[in-house]
């Protein structure tokens, strides 16, 4: 016993050394990547609860306090949220915090970029404490989280505008014909792949023998938007080009298979419940993957002034590295203390609380899941309109983003 506490104390004892050594070499660009790390970590805690935490939560009394206890399945997805809930108020607080922060002598600009022990000391915190408040204020958060996974995912669908726009500008920025078949070639792999994913949407949730016309409207109006996408920017007046077209039809498509992929499983247009477990592991790997891409894309974009991140007056990015190279960087960063920001703080850290509500909802499959009755409510109905809208949505901004410049010429988009 006494050898296997002084093994415990030296194991600890190792850790928290890590940790230190770890957080002090968490430079002033390499805080946005630890902010996207503290995210990952987050997803992990949530994916290893609803795992394990279910036997443990059983014996917890304010939050199995029902009559008959639920299945596993109830404190699985309970795990998930309250995890979520404290990540949700960490990244709220500091978004809070930051907000009016113009100046790099704003001592609230090096509360950003430091203080890494103290800021996981104080999310370990908030995690553990979402375990003892009541169910009510869980289901509440599991209610708001489905529509601020909406607004997540027009975020998403931002950041991907400025990634296609920014890929074929640069692109055709070489203007060499090499590089001009090039985005042919990705143009038209990106609709081969968009009209058979439709052929796959029509057999798997508008079968033949059921009356579908609700999905087939759904898929029917994500075609008509991928012929206007291609119309509106082959159009001489607008003049666009077709790469940026082509992938975000292919985006719109798949963001109509998540919200038909969202459809009771009892429902008998959803082709998905004969084999709904396969699907919603490959569902669930896909989403949580373009999560994390699409919260470290927008730490890595936040130092340019082209994206939503920043400030009307910050500086243009630098092309500087995200991480610095050596402490010369680093002295010459220091020098550079005056400058404003580059982006916003306080948008920044909003979007790591709204990833926080999307990857709870992918881990909780959407569902309504705490409730006074202690009932599991499958995947539903507002879960498909959420993604539907979201799709909606996503051509609405496309076809602005290319409509705009000419109907307002004498502003910059």
Not at 39 to 49: D, G, M, Q, R, T
Not at 69 to 78: A, G, I, K, L, S
Not at 111 to 121: E, L, P, Q, R, T
Not at 266 to 273: A, I, R, S
């Amino acid at each position: 016993m006494w050898a296997a506490s002084c093994l415990a104390s030296c194991c600890a004892a190792c850790a928290c050394d890590a940790c230190r050594t770890v957080v002090s070499g968490i430079s002033r660009r390499s805080a946005r990547i630890a902010y996207c790390g503290l995210f990952a970590l987050s997803l992990i805690v949530s994916w290893i609860l609803r795992e394990v935490a279910a036997p443990l939560m059983e014996k917890i009394p304010w939050i199995n306090h029902f009559h008959q206890t639920p299945d596993r399945e109830w404190f699985e997805t309970d795990a998930v949220l309250r995890v979520s809930l404290g990540n949700f108020m960490f990244f709220t607080i500091l978004a809070i915090f930051m907000i009016g922060v113009k100046n790099q002598k704003d001592p609230r600009d090096n509360m950003h970029h430091g203080g890494w022990m103290m800021k996981i000391i104080c999310w370990c915190i908030l995690v553990i404490l979402m375990f003892f408040v009541p169910n009510g204020i869980i289901s509440f958060y599991e209610a708001t989280s489905k529509f601020g996974s909406g607004l997540f995912l027009l975020v998403q669908v931002v950041l991907l505008l400025d990634f296609v726009h920014g890929w074929n500008d640069k692109w055709v920025g070489y203007d060499e014909q090499f590089w001009y078949m090039a985005l042919l070639v990705v143009s038209l792999v990106c609709y081969v792949a968009t009209f058979s994913f439709s052929g796959l949407l029509f057999y798997l949730f508008a079968p033949s023998g059921h009356d579908c016309g609700l999905n087939t409207f759904f898929i029917v109006m994500t075609l008509i938007f991928v012929f206007v996408f291609a119309i509106v920017t082959l159009h001489p007046t607008v003049s666009g080009s077709i790469l940026p077209s082509s992938v975000i039809s292919l985006y719109c498509m798949y963001l109509c298979y998540s919200g038909l992929a969202s459809e009771p499983r009892d429902y008998e247009c959803n082709g998905l419940h004969k084999h709904s477990k396969a699907v919603s592991t490959s569902s669930l790997s896909i989403g949580l993957l373009t999560t994390v891409l699409s919260v470290v894309y927008s730490a890595v974009r936040a130092g340019s002034s082209t994206t939503l991140l920043s400030p009307p007056s910050s500086p243009k990015s630098s092309g500087k590295p995200l991480l610095p190279l050596d402490k010369a960087d680093e002295e010459h960063e220091e020098k550079e203390n005056s400058k404003a920001v580059t982006y916003s703080y306080s948008f920044f850290h909003l979007i790591f609380s709204l990833a926080s509500m999307y990857s709870a909802m992918l881990l909780t499959g959407w569902s309504t899941s705490v409730g006074e009755s202690g009932k599991l409510v499958d995947v539903g109905w507002p879960s498909v309109w959420v993604r539907i809208v979201t799709s909606w949505a996503t051509a609405a901004l496309f076809i602005w983003s290319l409509v705009a410049p000419i109907i307002f010429p004498d502003r910059e988009f």
